[in-house]
Structure formats: structure tokens, C-alpha cells
């Protein structure tokens, strides 16, 4: 492995993660062995402390039975019995002078505990020590305790299972924790490359839709862990990423045909007047031409700002108390006079007061909207309603219902995308924002806007504002 994998694959997020899992079992591991040993080692020492009272306890009975030679002899002879290099007996005075013992040419290199005499003296019934002998293989464990009022019995015994389970105890140890570190580090390894195959799946995607396929997703396994809700998260990132791509696409297509329109009649008009103009008159024409093409071409871009502005929340939309059916009653007035022109029938159901918090001048602009494009594709002897009401969510209900051309099942779901006209509307003058700019408001508002339509028979425009407008 060169040098430059090896440290892309040290700094890796599996490798780390392998070392947590190994180096967390391993501990674990070693601090349960700790316990067992201590928990052992306690239960040994607790045998050998127990039998070594027991031997002082037999002693002191046969010392008030006998007398003090009988238990020298019974010393001699438990110590010969047993092995000299397991147990030895000294019977000391008060001054710790030994004054008999059992053999004790093994253990000549034990002395008589100063500390321990005067800690039985103090009042101590007995008195434990251990200790280690050089050039001895095992620890003895050495009790102190009265034998009469003026002799204390010294009773040493080798601990021979405490060494053995030991060196038991430190071969399994070794082999078990090898064994061990190598199974952490597999299953370590095999979880670590698990965990972060959905991680890897989701970079994986990402470089390639660096490379350009934004219809590439990353697979979700449906195991509902947080890979399967990053991979879900990031999968809904893309396809809004993709939508907004398609329609900035579709919205740079839209806008060069809008823009083409106008700036070709105004350089037309330019050049024939320029090529055949002869007097002022014709010349003026050709100025409010051109200004009426680009009073068209300003209303589309600030349209288009206003509706940007609005969506991503950057336009700040002022808040106050509306009376919306007064602003309703009011745009029916204004459209009033267009609808008699066409012979269109507008009636207004609203009640006298209907109050919601909003910016009244972007509610206004919605409503117009929408009443412009009831009363526009409306045939003449149609008719176009308007109603106001509230539901029991403490939303205000405004619905637009017209008996116009309709909208086609296709076209009925883009109705709302800027700059997309049907059929049927384009053969009236318009540039397709009125009604992304009415959704846009809506949704400011914390509302929407929805259509159902049928062609040939009208459409219905329902919109939801809630009373207190999200802010």
C-alpha cells in the first residue's frame, strides 16, 4: 500500500471507527478479566486466611487441653505431614523471641514482624501479611495470633494455588486478549464498513452528479436508521435541486421567447421609421411604440423580482389587521366596468367583515389577479363568482369560480409556473406570471392556492389564508 492510501485510509471514518470498536472491546475485555482475577485472587487468599485460623484456632484448644508441648509436637508433625516447603509453625514470646518451631530450614528467610506483634499487643485478635521470598516460586501468606496470654503463634503457609491459577491465569490472558483484539478488530472492521456504506453510497452519487446526471439517486435500504434518513434527506435535496434546474431551464426558454417578441417589434419599428419616416408624427409613433414595449418588458422583469422575492422570503411583507371582504367588495368595483364590457356576470358573496393579518397592498395584488384571469377567460353571458368564508381551521376560504374556457386535465397541474400558458389562453395578452405571483403571495401568507377546472364548463380558484399570517 503506497503511502498516500495508507494515510487516505488512517484518516478514513471505517478505520477510526474500527479502532473505537477494538479498542472499546478490548478495555471492556480487559477490565472484566481484571475484575475475575481480583474476584479469584480474593476468594484464594480468603481460603488460606480460613485455613490458617483454623489451624491457630486447633492450636489454642489443644494448648488449653495439653499444655504448650503438646502443641510443639502436633507443630512438628503437621508441618512434616503437610511438607516443610508448604507450612512452617514458630511460637514466639511477648518479645518475639522465638522459643520453638517446625523445621524451618525453608523458610529461614522470613523474620518476625515487629509491626505485627504490636498491633496484637494493641488488641488485634490476629494479624495477616503476605510476602515473597527471593529464589521462592510461591508468596506465603503468614498469620499472627495468641496461642495463650503470653505466646503468639506464627503460622506461615505457601500459597501454591494462588501461584498456580497465576500462571494459569497469565497464559489464558495472553491468548485470550490476542484472540480477542483480532475478533474486535474483524467484527470492528465488518460494522465500521457497514455503518458507512450508506455514507460512501451517498458520496458515490454525489461525484457523479458532479459529473452531470442529476437523475442518479442513492439507493435506500428501508432499514429506517439514520443512513436510510440521510440517503432520503439527500434524495429529496436532488429532486429539488433537479426541479429547480428544470425550471430555471424552462424559465430561460420562456423569457428569451417573451423577450424576443418585444425587442423584435421595437427594432422593427425602429428600423421602418428610420428606412420610411417622414415627418415628426411618425417618428413620435415610433417613441410610444417603444415605450409601450418596454412598459411591457419592466412589468415582466419586476414581476418576475417580485414573485423571486417573495418566495424566498426576502421581500419582508408588512403586517396588519385587513378587513378582506372590504378589499374584495372593492376589486370586484374595479373589475366591475371590464366585465360589463364583455358581458361577463360578476357577483360578490362575501360577508360585511372578514379580518386576517397580512400586507394589504400583496393581497390586493392577488385578488386582482386572479379576478383579471376569471373575467378574461370567461365568454361573453358567462359568469364569474366570488365568495368569502371561514373554515373551522381559522383559515378564510376565497374561492373564484367562472364558467370560461376551462383548463385541459395536461395543462392543470403547471398552471401555476411562471411563464406557462395554455392552449386556450394564448390568444389573449398576458406573459403567464399572474398566477405564480398569486401562489407566491398566498404562500407568503402562510396559505396557498389551489385549481380545478374543466374545459369548456369554468375553473375554481380556491385560496386558504390563515387569520394570523405566519411571519
Given at each position: 500500500?503506497?503511502?498516500?492510501?495508507?494515510?487516505?485510509?488512517?484518516?478514513?471514518?471505517?478505520?477510526?471507527?474500527?479502532?473505537?470498536?477494538?479498542?472499546?472491546f478490548t478495555i471492556s475485555s480487559f477490565v472484566a478479566f481484571l475484575l475475575f482475577y481480583i474476584l479469584i485472587t480474593s476468594f484464594i487468599q480468603g481460603r488460606t486466611d480460613e485455613e490458617l485460623l483454623n489451624q491457630a484456632n486447633r492450636f489454642s484448644a489443644l494448648f488449653i487441653a495439653e499444655g504448650v508441648e503438646a502443641v510443639k509436637n502436633d507443630a512438628v508433625?503437621?508441618?512434616q505431614a503437610a511438607?516443610?516447603?508448604?507450612?512452617?509453625?514458630?511460637?514466639?514470646?511477648?518479645?518475639?523471641?522465638?522459643?520453638?518451631?517446625?523445621?524451618?530450614?525453608?523458610?529461614?528467610?522470613?523474620?518476625?514482624?515487629?509491626t505485627a506483634?504490636?498491633?496484637?499487643?494493641q488488641g488485634s485478635s490476629h494479624v495477616f501479611e503476605t510476602i515473597t521470598i527471593p529464589d521462592h516460586k510461591d508468596k506465603v501468606r503468614i498469620l499472627y495470633a495468641f496461642l495463650s496470654p503470653r505466646i503468639i503463634l506464627q503460622v506461615g503457609q505457601a500459597m501454591e494455588s494462588y501461584s498456580r491459577f497465576l500462571d494459569a491465569f497469565k497464559g489464558i490472558f495472553i491468548t485470550t486478549m490476542t484472540f480477542l483484539i483480532v475478533i474486535a478488530t474483524g467484527v470492528g472492521w465488518f460494522m465500521a464498513r457497514r455503518a458507512v456504506s450508506g455514507v460512501e453510497a451517498v458520496t458515490r452519487t454525489a461525484r457523479n452528479i458532479t459529473g452531470?446526471?442529476?437523475e442518479e439517486r442513492v439507493p435506500v435500504k428501508e432499514r429506517g436508521d439514520e443512513i436510510d434518513q440521510l440517503a432520503m434527506t439527500f434524495n429529496q435535496m436532488l429532486d429539488r435541486i433537479q426541479t429547480l434546474v428544470i425550471e430555471i431551464k424552462e424559465m430561460s426558454d420562456n423569457i428569451a421567447h417573451d423577450l424576443k417578441g418585444p425587442i423584435t417589434r421595437i427594432r422593427g419599428i425602429a428600423e421602418l421609421t428610420l428606412t420610411n419616416g417622414k415627418s415628426m408624427n411618425e417618428y413620435e409613433n415610433m417613441a410610444a411604440s417603444t415605450i409601450e414595449e418596454c412598459d411591457r418588458l419592466l412589468d415582466m422583469i419586476n414581476t418576475m423580482l417580485l414573485i423571486s422575492k417573495t418566495e424566498s422570503g426576502a421581500g419582508k411583507l408588512s403586517r396588519e389587521q385587513i378587513n378582506l371582504a372590504g378589499l374584495l367588495r372593492r376589486a370586484c368595483e374595479l373589475f366591475e366596468p371590464t366585465a360589463e364590457d364583455k358581458r361577463v356576470t360578476l357577483s360578490c358573496d362575501v360577508p360585511n367583515e372578514c379580518h386576517l393579518m397580512g400586507d394589504n397592498r400583496m393581497i390586493q395584488r392577488m385578488l386582482s389577479n386572479l379576478l383579471d384571469n376569471a373575467?378574461?377567460?370567461?365568454?361573453?353571458?358567462?359568469?364569474?363568482?366570488?365568495?368569502?368564508?371561514?373554515?373551522?381551521e381559522k383559515e378564510v376560504v376565497i374561492i373564484v369560480r367562472d364558467t370560461g374556457v376551462g383548463i385541459s386535465p395536461v395543462d392543470l397541474p403547471r398552471v401555476f409556473e411562471r411563464f406557462y400558458r395554455c392552449d386556450q389562453s394564448r390568444s389573449e395578452p398576458g406573459i403567464g406570471l399572474g398566477l405564480s405571483?398569486?401562489?407566491?403571495?398566498?404562500?407568503?401568507h402562510g396559505g396557498d392556492i389551489t385549481a380545478t377546472s374543466t374545459p369548456n364548463q369554468g375553473s375554481t380558484f380556491t385560496v386558504m389564508l390563515p387569520k394570523s399570517a405566519k411571519k
Open positions: 500500500m503506497s503511502l498516500r492510501k495508507w494515510i487516505n485510509f488512517r484518516n478514513s471514518l471505517a478505520f477510526r471507527l474500527t479502532l473505537w470498536y477494538a479498542g472499546v508433625i503437621e508441618a511438607g516443610i516447603k508448604k507450612v512452617f509453625f514458630r511460637f514466639l514470646s511477648m518479645n518475639g523471641q522465638v522459643f520453638s518451631s517446625s523445621n524451618i530450614s525453608y523458610w529461614k528467610d522470613i523474620h518476625i514482624n515487629e506483634i504490636k498491633k496484637l499487643l452531470g446526471t442529476l373575467v378574461k377567460y370567461t365568454p361573453s353571458g358567462g359568469a364569474v363568482k366570488i365568495s368569502l368564508s371561514e373554515n373551522d405571483l398569486a401562489r407566491a403571495i398566498a404562500r407568503a
